[in-house]
C-alpha cells in the first residue's frame, strides 16, 4: 500500500501563486506515476497534471503554462507550483500514484492510489 499526504493547500487571491506538496510513502517512489486532480463542488474529477519515471509530463490544457508539476525523489514528494490562479482553480486538490507506468495518465482510472486532498480557494 502506498500513502499519500496532500499539504500546501489555502486562501490566496487572483493572480498568486501557491505550491502544493504530496508526500508519498514507498521505497520505488522514482518509478511511479504520479497525478495532480481536481474536484469542485458539483463537478466530477478533473486532470489537472501528471509525471512518469521518465520525466515526461503531462498537463490539462487549462492549466498548461501556469502550473508546473515536478518530484523530489530523494524527499518522496510530488509538487505542484500553482500561478496566475482564478477563481476557476478553486478545487479540492487530489495526489494520485500508480506503481508502475500508465496507459492513460489523465485518466483517474489509472491511478491506485489517492490522498485525501487539500483545499485551494481562489477569491477575486
Known amino acids: 500500500q502506498v500513502q499519500l499526504v496532500e499539504s500546501g493547500g489555502g486562501l490566496v487571491q487572483a493572480g498568486d501563486s501557491l505550491r502544493l506538496s504530496c508526500a508519498a510513502s514507498g521505497s520505488a517512489f522514482r518509478s511511479y506515476t504520479m497525478g495532480w486532480f481536481r474536484q469542485a463542488p458539483g463537478k466530477e474529477r478533473e486532470f489537472v497534471a501528471a509525471?512518469?519515471?521518465?520525466?515526461?509530463?503531462f498537463y490539462a490544457d487549462s492549466v498548461k503554462g501556469r502550473f508546473i508539476i515536478s518530484r523530489d525523489n530523494a524527499k518522496n514528494t510530488e509538487y505542484l507550483q500553482m500561478s496566475s490562479l482564478t477563481p476557476e482553480d478553486t478545487a479540492v486538490y487530489y495526489c494520485a500514484a500508480q506503481l508502475s507506468a500508465v496507459a492513460s495518465p489523465r485518466s483517474p482510472n489509472d491511478y491506485s492510489y489517492w490522498g485525501q486532498g487539500t483545499q485551494v480557494t481562489v477569491s477575486s
Open positions: 509525471d512518469n519515471k521518465w520525466s515526461t509530463t
